[in-house]
């Protein structure tokens, strides 16, 4: 059985003007996703990582090259539906937890159900993915009251709340010591087993090691495919 391609981009490129000169931050870059994959991307700061994660996340737009996520073609779309796309399609976990620091844990993951329009009973559905990360004894407690591996555990649940086609995490564990990123990179791994792609974006060897095909960037293009 042929695997189900998630993400496919084709020679994408972005260049940012900076006065009369021009910015190369990715040049022709062409990857494969396949359903299911948990994939890392790692290379030094300035390679292009974080700009193909915004593009991929639909934060940004190509300058050339196409852009197709679970068949569609994202280039194509109008800034309104690469919103309603990045809501309800792409799941989001971030070093800094991004979290709400007046909303409690359940309403943190909850919030994102809320702004898709997928308001029955959102805070039902936020409980039960906060159990599946473990943290239903804490869905009360506001994001002060809660650990770094804790907040990380929210975000993870937040990224899940929508049943996204892909996770996109940006140094998830940047922020932890090595036992609780350990803890963290566990529970990826235990998520992508369950079928979710994940695209990770690290400088860890040790957290690269938990994905299943490791990405190499240098100077905006991928060094190995």
């Given at each position: 059985m042929t695997a189900e391609t998630i993400i496919q981009t084709d020679r994408v490129?972005?260049?940012?003007?900076?006065?009369?000169a021009k910015i190369h931050a990715l040049r022709e870059v062409s990857i494969s996703i396949q359903?299911?994959?948990?994939?890392?991307?790692?290379?030094?700061?300035?390679?292009?990582?974080?700009t193909l994660l915004h593009i991929l996340g639909c934060l940004d737009t190509?300058?050339?090259?196409?852009?197709?996520?679970?068949?569609?073609?994202?280039?194509?779309?109008?800034?309104?539906e690469r919103a309603r796309l990045r809501n309800q399609r792409i799941g989001f976990i971030f070093q800094s937890f991004n979290l709400l620091p007046r909303l409690s844990a359940l309403?943190?993951?909850?919030?994102?159900?809320?702004?898709?329009?997928?308001?029955?009973?959102?805070?039902?559905?936020?409980?039960?993915?906060?159990?599946r990360v473990g943290l239903s004894e804490r869905a009360r407690h506001l994001p002060?009251?809660?650990?770094?591996?804790?907040?990380?555990?929210?975000?993870?649940?937040?990224a899940l709340v929508m049943n996204p086609a892909i996770i996109l995490a940006d140094e998830p564990?940047?922020?932890?010591?090595?036992?609780?990123?350990s803890e963290i990179m566990t529970l990826l791994a235990e998520i992508s087993h369950a079928?979710?792609?994940?695209?990770?974006?690290?400088h860890d060897h040790d957290v690269a090691a938990y994905a299943k095909r490791v990405l190499h960037m240098r100077d905006g293009k991928i060094l190995q495919e």
């Open positions: 490129s972005r260049d940012y003007p900076i006065g009369k359903k299911g994959e948990f994939v890392a991307l790692m290379g030094p700061s300035g390679s292009g990582k974080t190509p300058t050339a090259g196409s852009y197709t996520l679970e068949g569609r073609e994202v280039s194509r779309l109008t800034r309104s309403d943190n993951v909850a919030l994102p159900r809320l702004y898709g329009g997928k308001a029955e009973k959102p805070r039902q559905h936020a409980a039960q993915i906060l159990e002060n009251e809660l650990s770094g591996g804790e907040r990380q555990r929210v975000g993870i649940a937040r564990t940047g922020n932890l010591d090595s036992v609780t990123s079928g979710v792609t994940i695209l990770m974006v690290t």
